[in-house]
């Protein structure tokens, strides 16, 4: 998370299953998922293989640019 509350992307999945904590700007829409342990184990997997190195975008020259 951005302030850096939780260590591991699994604190973070488990973070979500459970519905987040008690704070006064927590959304009405956050709610438990839920989750097995298997498929919160199944969703770190996912989003490991989202990570990786960012693509590298140059951009393209326009006719009469400089």
Request: no cysteine; charged share 25%; aromatic share 8%.
């Amino acid at each position: 998370m951005s302030d850096g509350k939780f260590a591991t992307l699994e604190e973070v999945v488990d973070y979500y299953n459970r519905g987040g904590d008690t704070h006064p700007n927590k959304s009405g829409l956050m709610n438990p998922l839920n989750l097995t342990s298997e498929e919160q184990e199944d969703l770190v997997v996912f989003l490991r293989v989202l990570g990786g190195e960012p693509p590298i975008f140059t951009q393209p020259k326009l006719p009469g640019m400089n």
